[in-house]
């Protein structure tokens, strides 16, 4: 068996290359990619039909393992089992989403049997005339989709079998919805190839390094990093570091970010507010501090050019950074309304005009000592500007010019 992925358009040909670096490191497997030379060769409409043409391509080949480009394997795996067998082997699609549903009824099957082309196992003996049917019904089925709904077609008019993986085997989006404990073997990524190569880079090297064994803080991530888009070589300062987890989000996302990363990473006194306020970190022990001490180091060393780490206390650390020379602050420390606040107003005059006064944690009511909303609230009628919530817990205030 050999694996397939089709990789065309500077962006797409960065993908398909770091997806089938991935896909020979966790399979084994020799893994091609076909390119622009191929889609002429055949005269194709668009990239996605060359899965069509799989078996001219390789004409010794009898099994092959086709996966999209903006895949990632994650985990060792092995797929001969399926060598020449009468199923198609693959992953059901998200069954509960309305376009699956309407996708599923133009392709003549029912949502549960609705697989994602997106990776899925073929052989020449069950299979080619599958995929020939699929492209001849590009013809009589109109679609959005560029080919899985003829491939679901096809598979259901040819009344082909299914073995059906677990969805961990092409966990749709799973950059987003990743959470630890996850056993993901597969991960598929939509919407990379709007990021810029050097972001793509740096994503696949993320996801591969074993030290990344972590969800990502995409949400609040994207949410800081879309409000300084157009802030060149922006400066900031994130206050309450823990494992490095967004640091590394988003020193990676931005090589032009500098970042002053603060955090004590140090056991709280019995009785001190932090502890009192029910936070886990209010009560973790100084040996594991030290431990998530270091993995904010080593997370974060690929830009240890551009942080600055200041192991201290928020109110220690605010002296050491200049007034007026920050792009954003990200406040996520003591979540207590006297805490937050305490933090607020000390790095307030550390903000540039136009900066961003940002944290999360905004409101949590199985916390009812954490009082960030109420800390928002009182500064945000104080400076008389109005603040913004977003995605995970975000909330974030953009100041006037000075
Ligand atoms: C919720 S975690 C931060 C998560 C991190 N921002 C992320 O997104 O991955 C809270 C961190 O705040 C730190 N912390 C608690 N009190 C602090 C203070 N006064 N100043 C700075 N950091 C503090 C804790 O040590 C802990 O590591």
Known sequence: MIAVTIGIGEKYELLAELAAESCRRRTGM?????????MQKHQLAHPHH??????????????????????????????????????????????????????????????????????????????EKMLAKAEALLATIKSPFKDQTHLNAARAQLKIPVHWLPKEFNWLDFHLTVKPGHNIVIGHMHGMAKRTAEQIRWFYQFWQNPASDFYPRVGRGDAILKRIQTVKQ????????????????????????????????KQSEAGSRYEQSGSTFGFTKQGTFDQY???????????????????????????????????FAFIDADHTYEGVIEDIRAWLPKLKPHGLLCGHDFEFKQYPKWGVKKAVDEISAELKLSYERDEDFTWFIRLRSA
């Open 30 to 38: 020799q893994t091609f990619v076909l390119g622009a030379q191929a």
């Open 293 to 327: 001490y270091a993995t904010a180091l080593k997370r974060t060393a690929f830009a240890d050019y551009r942080r600055r780490v200041i192991r201290a206390r928020s109110l220690e650390a605010v002296p050491q950074v200049a007034n007026g020379s920050l792009d």
């Open 50 to 127: 060359l899965k069509f043409k799989m078996f001219t391509e390789f004409p010794k080949e009898e099994n092959i393992l086709y996966f999209d480009a903006d895949t990632i394997f994650l985990r060792n795996c092995s797929f001969c089992q399926f060598e020449n067998k009468p199923d198609l082997v693959c992953v059901n699609d998200l069954a509960d989403k309305g376009w699956v549903t309407q996708d599923a009824r133009r392709a003549g099957v029912r949502p549960t049997e609705y697989f994602n082309s997106g990776f899925f196992i073929v052989n020449r003996t069950h299979h």
């Open 234 to 265: 922006p400066i900031g300062a994130e206050v309450g570091v823990l494992r490095g987890t967004l640091s590394a989000y988003l020193l990676g996302a931005r090589p032009d970010l500098h970042l002053t990363m603060v955090d004590p990473w």
